[in-house]
């Protein structure tokens, strides 16, 4: 074998060996990888009776007698698909929506994870985890008398009709909300202050927040470790399209019901604990992305430094 079809051998081997590694360390660590054959089984719904909010937990944990189970973090692989995933930093927020009543604090990023068509194995495993799903969204709908409507976390593209599973996450939080976070970054991304916002309503509502000290911001926990760097970096806010779009990741998550009566529907939601870069998105083509009008933030831009000295929220499970 020459030395040049050996190091293209090596280089095709890459994508799959990071892909097997990940795959062993989400079966190998707490939480429940969903494209385990026996995931389901190991999983059930607990409700609060306060709240009628349920959540997932694992049936083999240890319950103190009267305390409630312990939600228990999912894990799953996957690319997140272009369609269906809105994760500009400011979701394009141009004003009060008056129908719904929303503002900039109510923003929510969404992240739809699809199988990987260039890595067959991933999208055998994204298959089993999408199965794995829908049999727990059914034990949880069967135990209730004519559930009505279902909506959220399990679904199918609008544009390209394929299975998605989706995942969101909130972007600011009411101050007196507790985050349990001990957190100092070093790039004005992650400060209140300092988020990427473009339309000069969202930039007047950013600047109310910041003299009111009503909300703190929760970035987004999606990780990438570069070559070079020692340790996973948290990604920037005006990177989220460029660096998660067409990325194979591990996301990490909890997994929520509400029925919501009034409208006879059911909404599955699935929080966001942590995401990590696989493997990078492929490289768009340039006569694609010439006819896209690029959005542009006040810090977007590439190699910046680890953004963090401490975090203590979110890190990415080994």
């Known amino acids: 074998m020459s030395a040049s079809s050996s190091a293209s051998s090596s280089a095709e081997s890459r994508p799959r060996n990071t892909l097997e590694t990940a795959r062993e360390q989400l079966l190998n ?27 997932v937990f694992k049936k083999t944990d240890e319950v103190p007698e009267g305390e409630a189970p312990e939600p228990i973090l999912l894990s799953a692989l996957g690319e997140i698909t272009r ?29 739809a994870l699809g199988k990987s068509l260039r890595h067959p ?5 994204f298959d089993k985890g999408y199965s794995a799903m829908e049999n727990l969204r059914q034990i949880r709908l069967d135990k209730m008398m004519g559930y009505g409507k279902v909506n959220g976390f399990i679904a199918i593209g609008k544009e390209d009709q394929l299975p998605k599973l989706k995942f969101g996450h909130e972007v600011f939080k009411d101050r007196d909300h507790d985050t349990g976070a001990d957190i100092e970054f070093t790039n004005p991304e992650f400060t209140l202050a300092g988020y990427p916002v473009k339309s000069d309503n969202a930039k007047e509502e950013l600047e109310a927040m910041v003299q009111n000290r009503s909300h703190e911001l929760l970035p987004l926990p999606a990780f990438e ?19 998660l779009q067409g990325a194979v990741v591990k996301v990490e998550f909890y997994l929520t019901h509400i029925r919501i009566k009034s409208e006879n529907k059911n909404v599955f939601m699935a ?14 083509p ?15 831009r ?15 499970t080994q």
């Not at 990888?33 to 609060?48: C, G, K, M, Q």
């Not at 070559?227 to 005006?238: A, Q, T």
């Open 29 to 55: 660590n707490s939480t429940v990888y969903i494209a385990d054959a026996n995931a389901v089984e190991e999983l059930d719904w607990f409700t609060d009776d306060a709240s009628q909010e349920s959540y």
């Open 83 to 111: 369609d269906d995933t809105f994760v500009v930093p400011d979701c394009r927020y141009e004003g009060p929506r008056f129908k719904e009543k929303k503002t900039l604090k109510d923003i929510k990023l969404t992240i």
């Open 121 to 125: 194995m991933l999208a055998e495993e």
């Open 225 to 243: 470790q570069l070559p070079g760097d020692p340790e996973p970096r948290m990604i920037l806010p005006s990177q989220y399209v460029s660096r």
């Open 271 to 284: 929080d966001v604990f942590s995401i990590m870069v696989v493997a990078p998105p492929l490289e768009t």
């Open 286 to 300: 340039r006569k694609s992305l010439s006819k896209r009008k690029a959005t542009r933030y006040p810090h977007d």
């Open 302 to 316: 590439e190699g910046s430094p680890s953004p963090m000295k401490r975090v203590r929220i979110s890190n990415p």
